[in-house]
Protein backbone atom coordinates (compact mmCIF):
# COMPACT_ATOMS: atom_id res chain seq x y z
CA UNK A 1 0.00 0.00 0.00
CA UNK A 2 1.12 3.53 -0.60
CA UNK A 3 2.41 5.60 1.96
CA UNK A 4 0.12 8.01 3.70
CA UNK A 5 -0.07 11.70 2.68
CA UNK A 6 0.89 14.43 5.34
CA UNK A 7 -1.89 16.90 6.11
CA UNK A 8 -1.41 20.19 8.29
CA UNK A 9 -4.44 21.46 10.29
CA UNK A 10 -3.85 24.99 11.76
CA UNK A 11 -5.57 26.31 14.58
CA UNK A 12 -8.17 29.00 15.52
CA UNK A 13 -7.89 32.58 14.61
CA UNK A 14 -5.56 32.13 11.42
CA UNK A 15 -5.55 33.88 8.13
CA UNK A 16 -2.05 32.69 6.49
CA UNK A 17 -0.11 29.35 6.28
CA UNK A 18 2.41 30.85 7.26
CA UNK A 19 1.39 29.52 11.26
CA UNK A 20 2.89 26.12 10.22
CA UNK A 21 6.21 27.60 10.38
CA UNK A 22 9.17 25.47 9.00
CA UNK A 23 7.53 22.71 10.81
CA UNK A 24 6.43 20.88 7.46
CA UNK A 25 9.77 21.42 5.95
CA UNK A 26 11.69 20.03 8.86
CA UNK A 27 9.54 16.98 8.78
CA UNK A 28 10.45 16.68 5.03
CA UNK A 29 13.99 17.30 5.29
CA UNK A 30 13.70 14.80 8.48
CA UNK A 31 12.20 12.01 6.12
CA UNK A 32 15.09 12.37 3.35
CA UNK A 33 18.16 12.44 6.00
CA UNK A 34 17.23 9.29 7.65
CA UNK A 35 14.92 7.05 5.93
CA UNK A 36 12.42 8.75 7.96
CA UNK A 37 8.76 8.00 8.76
CA UNK A 38 6.75 6.33 6.16
CA UNK A 39 5.00 9.14 4.76
CA UNK A 40 4.96 10.64 1.42
CA UNK A 41 7.20 13.61 1.06
CA UNK A 42 5.87 14.61 -1.85
CA UNK A 43 2.16 15.14 -0.76
CA UNK A 44 2.75 17.87 2.55
CA UNK A 45 -1.01 19.34 2.05
CA UNK A 46 -1.27 22.41 4.29
CA UNK A 47 -5.15 22.61 5.74
CA UNK A 48 -6.46 26.60 5.33
CA UNK A 49 -9.83 27.12 7.46
CA UNK A 50 -11.98 29.87 8.09
CA UNK A 51 -12.66 30.53 11.99
CA UNK A 52 -12.48 34.24 12.41
CA UNK A 53 -16.47 34.60 10.59
CA UNK A 54 -18.84 34.55 13.39
CA UNK A 55 -20.91 32.21 11.28
CA UNK A 56 -18.52 29.13 11.07
CA UNK A 57 -18.59 26.66 13.65
CA UNK A 58 -16.74 23.57 14.01
CA UNK A 59 -19.40 21.47 12.22
CA UNK A 60 -19.36 23.41 9.62
CA UNK A 61 -15.73 23.24 9.21
CA UNK A 62 -15.51 19.67 9.94
CA UNK A 63 -18.04 19.14 6.73
CA UNK A 64 -15.87 21.23 4.82
CA UNK A 65 -12.47 19.27 5.52
CA UNK A 66 -14.18 16.10 4.39
CA UNK A 67 -14.52 17.55 1.42
CA UNK A 68 -10.95 19.29 0.85
CA UNK A 69 -9.71 16.05 2.04
CA UNK A 70 -11.69 13.85 -0.13
CA UNK A 71 -10.23 15.79 -3.00
CA UNK A 72 -6.39 15.60 -2.11
CA UNK A 73 -6.96 11.68 -2.07
CA UNK A 74 -8.29 11.34 -4.86
CA UNK A 75 -5.74 13.71 -6.56
CA UNK A 76 -3.05 11.39 -5.42
CA UNK A 77 -4.52 8.61 -6.53
CA UNK A 78 -4.90 4.91 -5.10
CA UNK A 79 -6.34 4.25 -2.37
CA UNK A 80 -4.08 6.24 -0.24
CA UNK A 81 -4.42 7.49 3.69
CA UNK A 82 -3.13 10.43 5.14
CA UNK A 83 -1.57 11.27 8.74
CA UNK A 84 -2.35 14.53 10.12
CA UNK A 85 -0.66 17.34 12.52
CA UNK A 86 -2.83 19.35 13.83
CA UNK A 87 -2.30 22.80 16.05
CA UNK A 88 -4.62 24.17 18.80
CA UNK A 89 -8.03 24.05 17.96
CA UNK A 90 -7.19 21.84 14.55
CA UNK A 91 -7.25 19.05 17.14
CA UNK A 92 -11.00 18.85 17.86
CA UNK A 93 -11.96 19.82 14.10
CA UNK A 94 -10.51 17.04 13.01
CA UNK A 95 -12.05 14.95 15.68
CA UNK A 96 -15.38 16.16 14.74
CA UNK A 97 -14.67 15.21 11.41
CA UNK A 98 -13.89 11.37 12.43
CA UNK A 99 -16.64 10.85 14.49
CA UNK A 100 -19.52 12.61 12.58
CA UNK A 101 -18.25 11.11 9.10
CA UNK A 102 -16.41 7.79 10.21
CA UNK A 103 -17.76 7.07 13.75
CA UNK A 104 -21.15 8.01 13.51
CA UNK A 105 -21.96 6.26 10.47
CA UNK A 106 -20.12 2.53 11.65
CA UNK A 107 -17.64 3.53 9.14
CA UNK A 108 -14.40 3.61 11.37
CA UNK A 109 -12.47 0.69 9.22
CA UNK A 110 -13.15 3.08 6.13
CA UNK A 111 -11.59 6.17 7.42
CA UNK A 112 -8.35 7.34 5.98
CA UNK A 113 -6.61 8.87 8.27
CA UNK A 114 -4.19 6.82 9.70
CA UNK A 115 -2.16 9.16 12.63
CA UNK A 116 -3.94 12.00 14.20
CA UNK A 117 -0.85 14.11 16.10
CA UNK A 118 -2.28 17.06 18.05
CA UNK A 119 -0.32 19.62 19.08
CA UNK A 120 -1.89 21.62 21.99
CA UNK A 121 -4.78 20.78 21.39
CA UNK A 122 -7.77 22.45 22.69
CA UNK A 123 -9.65 19.04 23.30
CA UNK A 124 -11.95 20.56 26.26
CA UNK A 125 -11.85 23.79 25.36
CA UNK A 126 -9.84 27.29 26.32
CA UNK A 127 -10.17 29.27 29.65
CA UNK A 128 -9.16 32.00 27.06
CA UNK A 129 -11.89 31.85 25.33
CA UNK A 130 -14.83 32.82 27.76
CA UNK A 131 -12.39 36.52 27.47
CA UNK A 132 -14.81 36.90 24.16
CA UNK A 133 -13.96 38.05 21.12
CA UNK A 134 -12.65 41.31 21.20
CA UNK A 135 -10.57 41.01 24.73
CA UNK A 136 -8.64 38.08 22.63
CA UNK A 137 -8.26 40.08 19.38
CA UNK A 138 -6.02 42.57 21.61
CA UNK A 139 -3.85 40.09 23.31
CA UNK A 140 -1.70 40.13 19.49
CA UNK A 141 1.44 37.54 20.87
CA UNK A 142 -1.26 34.95 20.89
CA UNK A 143 -4.00 35.86 18.25
CA UNK A 144 -2.42 37.88 16.14
CA UNK A 145 -4.84 40.96 16.54
CA UNK A 146 -7.56 38.59 14.33
CA UNK A 147 -10.90 38.61 16.08
CA UNK A 148 -11.72 34.94 16.09
CA UNK A 149 -15.40 33.70 14.98
CA UNK A 150 -17.65 33.47 17.88
CA UNK A 151 -19.28 30.44 16.25
CA UNK A 152 -16.01 28.56 17.42
CA UNK A 153 -15.70 30.38 20.35
CA UNK A 154 -18.74 29.16 21.44
CA UNK A 155 -17.23 25.38 21.15
CA UNK A 156 -14.24 26.23 23.11
CA UNK A 157 -15.46 27.44 25.94
CA UNK A 158 -14.99 25.87 29.06
CA UNK A 159 -17.86 23.18 29.26
CA UNK A 160 -19.93 23.93 26.22
CA UNK A 161 -22.60 21.67 25.38
CA UNK A 162 -20.58 20.94 21.79
CA UNK A 163 -17.16 19.88 23.30
CA UNK A 164 -18.90 17.58 26.05
CA UNK A 165 -21.32 15.99 23.45
CA UNK A 166 -17.71 15.23 21.46
CA UNK A 167 -15.49 13.85 24.43
CA UNK A 168 -18.57 12.17 25.93
CA UNK A 169 -18.80 9.91 22.94
CA UNK A 170 -15.25 9.75 22.88
CA UNK A 171 -15.02 8.07 26.00
CA UNK A 172 -18.24 5.64 26.16
CA UNK A 173 -18.03 5.15 22.44
CA UNK A 174 -14.60 4.71 20.52
CA UNK A 175 -13.21 2.05 23.38
CA UNK A 176 -15.49 -0.46 22.18
CA UNK A 177 -14.32 0.05 18.33
CA UNK A 178 -10.47 -0.73 18.89
CA UNK A 179 -9.21 2.38 16.48
CA UNK A 180 -5.98 0.96 17.12
CA UNK A 181 -6.36 -2.51 15.62
CA UNK A 182 -7.02 -3.91 12.06
CA UNK A 183 -6.12 -3.92 8.62
CA UNK A 184 -6.82 0.37 8.91
CA UNK A 185 -5.80 1.28 12.13
CA UNK A 186 -5.72 4.50 13.35
CA UNK A 187 -3.22 6.10 16.19
CA UNK A 188 -4.27 9.16 18.36
CA UNK A 189 -1.50 11.21 19.98
CA UNK A 190 -1.70 14.38 22.05
CA UNK A 191 1.44 16.87 22.72
CA UNK A 192 0.92 19.66 24.30
CA UNK A 193 3.85 22.56 26.24
CA UNK A 194 3.42 23.46 29.63
CA UNK A 195 6.01 26.01 29.76
CA UNK A 196 5.32 30.08 29.40
CA UNK A 197 6.58 32.32 26.99
CA UNK A 198 6.74 35.26 29.69
CA UNK A 199 7.72 37.53 26.58
CA UNK A 200 4.53 37.20 25.78
CA UNK A 201 2.48 37.17 28.36
CA UNK A 202 -0.65 39.41 28.95
CA UNK A 203 -0.69 41.63 32.50
CA UNK A 204 -4.44 42.22 31.56
CA UNK A 205 -5.15 38.49 31.20
CA UNK A 206 -3.50 36.17 33.76
CA UNK A 207 -4.63 33.31 31.88
CA UNK A 208 -1.69 33.66 29.44
CA UNK A 209 0.17 33.11 32.47
CA UNK A 210 -1.37 30.14 34.33
CA UNK A 211 0.55 27.12 35.21
CA UNK A 212 -0.63 23.60 34.63
CA UNK A 213 -0.54 24.27 30.49
CA UNK A 214 0.64 26.25 27.65
CA UNK A 215 -0.46 29.76 28.76
CA UNK A 216 -3.54 28.84 26.22
CA UNK A 217 -4.57 25.11 26.90
CA UNK A 218 -4.22 23.35 29.87
CA UNK A 219 -2.52 19.78 29.61
CA UNK A 220 -6.01 18.24 31.69
CA UNK A 221 -7.85 19.96 28.48
CA UNK A 222 -5.59 18.77 25.54
CA UNK A 223 -5.43 15.10 27.22
CA UNK A 224 -7.70 12.68 25.74
CA UNK A 225 -6.99 10.52 28.71
CA UNK A 226 -10.56 11.94 30.58
CA UNK A 227 -13.46 9.82 32.38
CA UNK A 228 -17.17 10.50 33.16
CA UNK A 229 -18.69 10.30 36.50
CA UNK A 230 -22.44 10.29 37.29
CA UNK A 231 -23.16 10.63 40.60
CA UNK A 232 -27.33 10.85 41.56
CA UNK A 233 -29.90 11.52 44.35
CA UNK A 234 -31.80 8.34 45.27
CA UNK A 235 -35.45 8.80 44.04
CA UNK A 236 -38.19 9.58 46.77
CA UNK A 237 -40.84 6.93 47.13
CA UNK A 238 -44.21 8.34 46.65
CA UNK A 239 -46.02 9.02 50.12
CA UNK A 240 -42.60 9.53 52.22
CA UNK A 241 -42.85 12.31 54.41
CA UNK A 242 -40.89 15.50 54.18
CA UNK A 243 -38.07 14.62 56.39
CA UNK A 244 -37.38 11.17 55.07
CA UNK A 245 -37.43 12.65 51.84
CA UNK A 246 -34.95 15.28 52.65
CA UNK A 247 -32.47 12.66 54.68
CA UNK A 248 -32.56 10.19 51.71
CA UNK A 249 -32.10 12.51 48.74
CA UNK A 250 -28.92 14.25 51.32
CA UNK A 251 -26.45 11.59 49.59
CA UNK A 252 -25.16 11.37 46.19
CA UNK A 253 -24.69 7.86 45.15
CA UNK A 254 -21.72 6.78 42.42
CA UNK A 255 -23.98 5.41 40.08
CA UNK A 256 -21.15 5.00 36.86
CA UNK A 257 -17.34 5.51 36.67
CA UNK A 258 -16.31 5.58 32.99
CA UNK A 259 -12.73 5.87 31.59
CA UNK A 260 -11.44 6.64 28.11
CA UNK A 261 -9.49 4.28 26.09
CA UNK A 262 -6.07 4.74 26.87
CA UNK A 263 -4.17 7.36 24.19
CA UNK A 264 -0.38 8.27 23.81
CA UNK A 265 -0.24 12.16 25.91
CA UNK A 266 3.40 13.36 26.02
CA UNK A 267 4.38 16.69 27.82
CA UNK A 268 6.91 18.79 25.98
CA UNK A 269 9.28 20.25 28.14
CA UNK A 270 10.20 23.64 27.96
CA UNK A 271 7.24 24.64 24.65
CA UNK A 272 4.47 26.96 24.73
CA UNK A 273 1.35 27.72 22.74
CA UNK A 274 2.76 29.95 20.36
CA UNK A 275 5.68 32.09 19.57
CA UNK A 276 9.11 32.23 17.72
CA UNK A 277 10.76 31.40 20.63
CA UNK A 278 8.85 28.94 22.23
CA UNK A 279 5.85 27.56 20.29
CA UNK A 280 5.43 24.34 19.78
CA UNK A 281 5.07 24.59 16.17
CA UNK A 282 6.39 28.31 15.56
CA UNK A 283 9.65 27.56 17.43
CA UNK A 284 10.81 24.92 14.86
CA UNK A 285 13.61 25.48 12.36
CA UNK A 286 14.32 23.23 9.49
CA UNK A 287 18.43 23.25 10.19
CA UNK A 288 19.06 19.58 11.98
CA UNK A 289 18.90 20.73 15.64
CA UNK A 290 17.53 18.37 17.94
CA UNK A 291 13.42 19.81 18.79
CA UNK A 292 11.13 18.14 21.60
CA UNK A 293 8.56 18.77 18.75
CA UNK A 294 9.67 17.28 16.11
CA UNK A 295 11.30 14.31 18.08
CA UNK A 296 8.26 13.60 19.27
CA UNK A 297 6.29 13.68 16.39
CA UNK A 298 8.85 11.67 13.99
CA UNK A 299 8.27 8.79 17.25
CA UNK A 300 4.55 9.23 16.71
CA UNK A 301 4.50 8.90 12.86
CA UNK A 302 7.40 5.64 12.91
CA UNK A 303 4.28 3.72 14.90
CA UNK A 304 2.29 1.10 12.84
CA UNK A 305 0.32 -1.35 14.37
CA UNK A 306 -0.95 -1.18 18.12
CA UNK A 307 2.39 -3.05 19.76
CA UNK A 308 3.43 0.05 18.41
CA UNK A 309 1.54 2.34 19.91
CA UNK A 310 1.28 1.03 23.38
CA UNK A 311 5.02 1.00 24.04
CA UNK A 312 5.09 4.69 22.62
CA UNK A 313 2.21 5.34 25.08
CA UNK A 314 4.23 3.67 28.06
CA UNK A 315 7.22 5.53 27.14
CA UNK A 316 5.36 8.62 26.83
CA UNK A 317 3.94 8.43 30.31
CA UNK A 318 8.11 7.48 32.05
CA UNK A 319 8.86 10.63 30.48
CA UNK A 320 6.16 12.87 32.03
CA UNK A 321 6.50 11.09 35.12
CA UNK A 322 10.01 12.07 35.32
CA UNK A 323 9.32 15.75 34.21
CA UNK A 324 6.90 16.43 36.84
CA UNK A 325 8.85 14.99 39.31
CA UNK A 326 9.00 17.45 42.45
CA UNK A 327 12.46 18.81 42.03
CA UNK A 328 12.17 19.47 38.32
CA UNK A 329 9.24 21.78 38.98
CA UNK A 330 10.61 24.87 39.46
CA UNK A 331 10.80 28.07 36.97
CA UNK A 332 13.44 30.02 37.66
CA UNK A 333 12.89 33.88 36.23
CA UNK A 334 15.51 36.36 36.15
CA UNK A 335 13.93 39.92 36.84
CA UNK A 336 15.81 43.02 36.15
CA UNK A 337 16.21 44.87 39.42
CA UNK A 338 13.20 42.57 41.37
CA UNK A 339 14.56 39.66 42.96
CA UNK A 340 14.10 36.51 40.92
CA UNK A 341 11.01 35.17 40.61
CA UNK A 342 10.12 31.06 40.80
CA UNK A 343 6.87 29.68 39.11
CA UNK A 344 6.10 25.76 40.66
CA UNK A 345 4.61 24.01 37.60
CA UNK A 346 2.70 21.73 39.80
CA UNK A 347 0.50 18.67 37.42
CA UNK A 348 -2.99 19.73 37.79
CA UNK A 349 -6.57 18.43 37.44
CA UNK A 350 -9.53 19.89 35.38
CA UNK A 351 -13.41 18.76 36.67
CA UNK A 352 -16.14 19.75 34.82
CA UNK A 353 -19.20 19.88 36.90
CA UNK A 354 -22.64 19.43 34.79
CA UNK A 355 -25.85 20.18 37.24
CA UNK A 356 -28.53 18.46 35.59
CA UNK A 357 -31.72 16.75 37.53
CA UNK A 358 -33.50 13.19 36.80
CA UNK A 359 -35.85 14.87 34.22
CA UNK A 360 -32.82 15.98 31.96
CA UNK A 361 -33.36 19.82 33.13
CA UNK A 362 -30.38 21.91 33.99
CA UNK A 363 -29.98 23.10 37.67
CA UNK A 364 -28.70 26.55 37.70
CA UNK A 365 -29.63 27.75 41.11
CA UNK A 366 -27.37 25.84 42.92
CA UNK A 367 -24.02 26.36 44.69
CA UNK A 368 -21.43 23.93 44.30
CA UNK A 369 -18.80 23.70 47.02
CA UNK A 370 -15.95 21.45 47.38
CA UNK A 371 -15.09 20.22 50.86
CA UNK A 372 -12.06 18.97 53.12
CA UNK A 373 -11.12 16.75 55.77
CA UNK A 374 -13.36 13.95 57.78
CA UNK A 375 -16.23 16.81 58.88
CA UNK A 376 -16.67 18.00 55.13
CA UNK A 377 -15.40 21.39 55.87
CA UNK A 378 -15.06 23.94 52.97
CA UNK A 379 -11.87 25.69 55.13
CA UNK A 380 -10.03 22.45 55.58
CA UNK A 381 -9.17 22.31 51.89
CA UNK A 382 -5.51 22.92 51.61
CA UNK A 383 -4.25 26.39 50.65
CA UNK A 384 -3.82 26.63 46.42
CA UNK A 385 -5.53 24.11 45.97
CA UNK A 386 -8.55 25.54 43.67
CA UNK A 387 -6.55 27.65 40.27
CA UNK A 388 -9.49 29.02 38.44
CA UNK A 389 -13.16 28.05 38.25
CA UNK A 390 -15.25 29.00 35.55
CA UNK A 391 -18.70 28.90 34.77
CA UNK A 392 -20.14 28.40 31.19
CA UNK A 393 -21.98 31.35 29.31
CA UNK A 394 -24.42 29.39 27.25
CA UNK A 395 -25.16 26.33 29.93
CA UNK A 396 -25.90 27.59 33.56
CA UNK A 397 -25.44 24.72 35.62
CA UNK A 398 -22.12 23.64 34.01
CA UNK A 399 -18.78 24.87 35.90
CA UNK A 400 -15.40 24.16 35.53
CA UNK A 401 -12.60 23.71 38.51
CA UNK A 402 -8.98 23.99 37.95
CA UNK A 403 -7.21 22.33 40.71
CA UNK A 404 -4.02 21.86 41.89
CA UNK A 405 -3.51 18.08 41.68
CA UNK A 406 -0.27 18.50 43.62
CA UNK A 407 -1.90 20.40 46.91
CA UNK A 408 -4.75 17.96 46.69
CA UNK A 409 -2.90 15.30 47.00
CA UNK A 410 -0.14 16.33 48.81
CA UNK A 411 4.07 16.92 47.60
CA UNK A 412 7.10 16.68 49.53
CA UNK A 413 9.05 19.94 50.25
CA UNK A 414 11.28 21.34 47.36
CA UNK A 415 15.22 22.18 47.86
CA UNK A 416 17.37 23.57 45.71
CA UNK A 417 20.78 21.83 44.99
CA UNK A 418 22.15 23.49 48.85
CA UNK A 419 19.04 21.87 50.32
CA UNK A 420 17.43 25.36 50.67
CA UNK A 421 13.83 24.98 50.59
CA UNK A 422 12.53 26.57 48.03
CA UNK A 423 8.66 25.28 49.14
CA UNK A 424 7.86 23.29 52.17
CA UNK A 425 5.93 20.74 51.64
CA UNK A 426 2.33 20.28 50.67
CA UNK A 427 0.21 18.38 53.53
CA UNK A 428 -2.89 17.31 52.19
CA UNK A 429 -6.51 17.10 53.63
CA UNK A 430 -8.48 14.47 52.41
CA UNK A 431 -11.17 12.55 51.96
CA UNK A 432 -12.05 15.49 49.78
CA UNK A 433 -15.87 15.88 48.93
CA UNK A 434 -18.41 17.91 47.65
CA UNK A 435 -21.73 19.74 48.87
CA UNK A 436 -24.75 21.04 46.51
CA UNK A 437 -26.61 23.64 48.52
CA UNK A 438 -29.46 25.94 46.20
CA UNK A 439 -30.01 29.41 46.85
CA UNK A 440 -33.82 29.95 47.51
CA UNK A 441 -35.36 27.14 49.56
CA UNK A 442 -39.76 26.45 50.14
CA UNK A 443 -40.57 26.58 46.03
CA UNK A 444 -43.45 24.68 44.75
CA UNK A 445 -40.60 22.66 42.45
CA UNK A 446 -36.92 22.60 43.83
CA UNK A 447 -34.11 20.71 44.29
CA UNK A 448 -32.66 19.65 47.87
CA UNK A 449 -29.14 19.78 49.32
CA UNK A 450 -26.97 17.01 48.56
CA UNK A 451 -23.38 16.10 49.16
CA UNK A 452 -21.15 13.28 48.19
CA UNK A 453 -22.15 9.92 49.78
CA UNK A 454 -22.18 6.05 48.39
CA UNK A 455 -19.82 4.58 46.36
CA UNK A 456 -17.00 7.68 46.15
CA UNK A 457 -15.75 8.85 49.88
CA UNK A 458 -13.26 10.94 48.40
CA UNK A 459 -13.52 12.95 45.33
CA UNK A 460 -9.94 12.43 44.54
CA UNK A 461 -9.92 9.01 43.46
CA UNK A 462 -11.70 10.47 40.23
CA UNK A 463 -9.08 13.06 39.46
CA UNK A 464 -5.57 12.07 37.77
CA UNK A 465 -3.24 14.61 37.19
CA UNK A 466 -3.32 16.28 33.76
CA UNK A 467 -6.63 15.00 32.61
CA UNK A 468 -10.12 15.95 32.96
CA UNK A 469 -13.00 14.75 34.61
CA UNK A 470 -16.51 15.04 33.42
CA UNK A 471 -19.19 14.58 36.67
CA UNK A 472 -22.60 14.79 36.22
CA UNK A 473 -24.81 15.79 39.47
CA UNK A 474 -28.18 14.16 38.70
CA UNK A 475 -30.59 15.47 41.20
CA UNK A 476 -34.04 14.72 41.97
CA UNK A 477 -36.42 16.87 40.67
CA UNK A 478 -38.88 16.92 43.55
CA UNK A 479 -42.93 18.16 42.94
CA UNK A 480 -45.19 19.68 46.28
CA UNK A 481 -48.61 18.10 45.45
CA UNK A 482 -49.57 21.23 45.94
CA UNK A 483 -48.89 21.80 42.33
CA UNK A 484 -51.88 20.22 41.31
CA UNK A 485 -54.76 19.98 43.82
CA UNK A 486 -58.74 19.24 43.35
CA UNK A 487 -61.16 20.62 45.95
CA UNK A 488 -65.08 19.83 46.61
CA UNK A 489 -65.52 23.40 47.67
CA UNK A 490 -68.30 25.21 45.15
CA UNK A 491 -67.68 28.42 46.53
CA UNK A 492 -64.98 30.37 44.74
CA UNK A 493 -61.56 30.32 46.66
CA UNK A 494 -58.12 31.88 46.08
CA UNK A 495 -55.39 29.35 46.31
CA UNK A 496 -52.31 31.80 45.54
CA UNK A 497 -51.19 31.08 49.18
CA UNK A 498 -52.15 27.55 49.98
CA UNK A 499 -48.96 25.55 51.29
CA UNK A 500 -46.48 23.84 48.98
CA UNK A 501 -47.58 20.21 50.78
CA UNK A 502 -45.27 17.54 50.58
CA UNK A 503 -43.07 15.46 47.55
CA UNK A 504 -44.77 13.50 44.75
Known amino acids: MAKPLLVFVHGWSVTSTATYGELPARLKSESARRGGPGFDVAHVHLGQYVSFRDEVRIEDIARAFE ?3 RRVLAEAGGRRRFACITHSTGGPVVREWLDRHY ?8 CPLSHLVMLAPANFGSALAQLGKSRLAGIKAWFNGVEPGQGVLDWLELGSPESLALNLRWIHDYPGLHPTRGANPLFPFVLCGDAIDRKLYDHVNAYTGETGGDGVVRLASANLNCRHVVLEQA ?18 RLRSDTRAAPSAFK ?6 HSGDTMGVMASVRDDGRPHPTVDAVLRCLDVADEAGYLALRRAFEAENAVHQQPARRVELERVPVLPDRRYFHDPHAMVLFRLLDNHGARVPDMDLLLTGGPAGDP ?26 HAALAG ?28 RETGRWVEHWPAELGEGLDDLLAVLEPNQTTVVDLVLTRVVREGVFRFTRSLSPRRFRDDPPGGPL
Not at 103 to 110: D, H, I, K, P, Q
Not at 235 to 252: D, H, I, K, Q
Not at 379 to 404: C, K, S, V
Open 267 to 272: ILPGLS
Open 235 to 252: PVPAGESLAAARRRLRAL
Open 411 to 438: CEAITDDDDRVLRPALVPRPPYGLRLQP
Open 67 to 69: HAA
Open 103 to 110: VATGRLAE
Open 379 to 404: NQLPAGFLTDRQGNRRAPGHLAFFLN
